[in-house]
């Protein structure tokens, strides 16, 4: 059975992540007191994912969340 490019294209991304973009991202890190619990969830996973990007060592070890990032979820709550 074939799938068009299309129907692909729209199932893709529903998964995993949530959808919030990271300019979206970026511009609620301007007003810390602005971010809900989604945005701060994916900030989580994004902190997450840095995490296993460090691990790889090499030139990846000096990968590091901006400090914006930091003080919007508190350095206790990052991996």
């Given at each position: 059975m074939l799938i068009s490019q299309e129907a692909l294209s729209k199932t893709q991304g529903k998964q995993g992540s949530s959808p919030l973009s990271f300019?979206?991202?970026?511009?609620?890190l301007g007003r810390p007191s602005g971010l809900n619990?989604?945005?701060r969830q994916r900030l989580r996973d994004l902190s997450r994912r840095a995490?296993?990007?460090?691990?790889?060592g090499d030139?990846?070890?000096g990968v590091e969340l901006s400090e914006h990032v930091k003080a919007?979820?508190?350095?206790?709550e990052l991996v």
């Open positions: 300019a979206e991202l970026r511009r609620r619990d989604a945005h995490a296993r990007v460090r691990a790889l030139e990846y070890a919007a979820l508190g350095e206790a």
